[in-house]
């Protein structure tokens, strides 16, 4: 059974940075892309990094770069998610996925997302 848990949500002030995790376990994860994802209240879910099964290659949009870096450890079975600067526009929940490749990332599975409350 594939399962994502994500964690280190919470409210925290603007300006401030924060580690979102995804541990994951389940099938063979570990070959898989995996990616971030946030969605603000009324929004539609944006993609905001990815990383190669191997971490050898990363991906960010143009709205994230800069302040977002992913990381992972195959042998911890954790994606790890920096965000720097926060802003308050990065308030939503943010959710971790596993997709076969990171070009194009195409989630498969999801996790149930991690709540951040960024304050002005």
């Known amino acids: 059974q594939v399962q994502l848990v994500e964690s280190g949500g919470g409210l925290v002030q603007a300006g401030d940075s924060l580690t979102l995790s995804c541990a994951f376990s389940?099938?063979?994860?570990?070959?898989?892309?995996m990616g971030w994802f946030r969605q603000a209240p009324g929004k539609e879910r944006e993609f905001v990094a990815g990383i190669s099964w191997s971490g050898g290659s990363t991906f960010y949009p143009h709205s994230a770069k800069g302040r977002f870096t992913i990381s992972r450890d195959n042998a911890k079975n954790t994606v790890i998610l920096r965000v720097n600067s926060l802003e308050p526009e990065d308030t939503g929940v943010h959710y971790c996925?596993?997709?076969?490749?990171?070009?194009?990332?195409?989630?498969?599975?999801w996790g149930q997302g991690t709540q951040v409350t960024v304050s002005s």
């Open positions: 996925a596993a997709a076969p490749k990171l070009y194009p990332f195409e989630p498969e599975y």
């Open positions: 389940g099938r063979t994860l570990s070959s898989y892309a």
